[in-house]
């Protein structure tokens, strides 16, 4: 968004953001989460702290600070986010399709090895093995409307198996190694606890050929789309419960 986009945005963005106040450890500096988002909606080519800070008049190390020091209840959050849409949704007009659950996940390329969950894997972002990080993510879609409302690191299993790299690098004592299409399951039971309605769900194969997670969508009642190898269907990972096989 250019500056006079984001000037037009007027006290709607501080609405937005006020509910997320006592998701806040030290409430006295909320006000620099203003600053942060509108310099990530912003046309910035750099949106890292130090141009951002600069562009909206703020000293570098104290945007620095509240990023790196200031705890948020992280769960509150999407909670409030995920109430957010689902609500949104409600009023927006159908196109027929109803709400459609996007599963998929990004990657980023890191060097060295302390970033958390940093290791040699298949990064989408480079369409190869290298070192770098892996999210999953959850986003809706309705009509014109889309956005993100969950998402979570990957934590490979050698990560998961030492947790004193995984102290030392602050991520918590419950987060263990879950496969990526477990994490997406969850994602998804997490944001219809929070009444955000889903009637598709679509993915990539990597998904589809995850027996556990074509099962889900089964399981929890929802219609979805995306490439299914026979072999990963619900009927392939159990026969004998005799279940119709996965939607292509």
Request: charged fraction near 25%.
């Amino acid at each position: 968004m250019t500056e006079e986009q984001l000037n037009g945005l007027g006290p709607a963005l501080e609405d937005f953001l006020r509910p997320y106040l006592y998701c806040c450890g030290y409430t006295q500096t909320f006000a620099h989460l203003h600053s942060y988002c509108k310099g990530l909606l912003s046309d910035l080519k750099r949106k890292s702290v130090e141009p951002i800070a600069l562009a909206c008049g703020c000293a570098v190390r104290t945007l620095q600070e509240f990023l790196r020091d200031h705890q948020w209840q992280h769960p509150d959050v999407k909670d409030l986010l995920q109430r957010h849409v689902g609500v949104h949704l409600g009023g927006l007009p159908d196109d027929g399709l109803g709400n459609v659950g996007i599963i998929d996940e990004t990657s980023a390329l890191k060097s060295g090895s302390k970033t958390p969950g940093v290791q040699r894997q298949y990064l989408g972002c480079v369409g190869k093995l290298d070192n770098g990080i892996v999210s999953v993510h959850l986003g809706v879609c309705k009509g014109r409307y889309k956005t993100l409302i969950d998402a979570e690191l990957f934590l490979p299993e050698d990560w998961a198996a030492d947790r004193d790299r995984c102290d030392e690098a602050g991520i918590p004592k419950d987060m263990v190694y879950r496969p990526k299409w477990q994490i997406a399951l969850e994602e998804i039971d997490r944001a219809r606890a929070s009444g955000v309605r889903l009637d598709w769900l679509t993915f990539d194969e990597e998904y589809g050929k995850a027996p556990g997670f074509v099962c889900g969508p089964d399981e929890r009642e929802l219609l979805f789309v995306g490439e299914v190898p026979k072999s990963s269907s619900c009927l392939a990972a159990n026969e004998s419960q005799q279940r119709p096989e996965a939607k292509v």
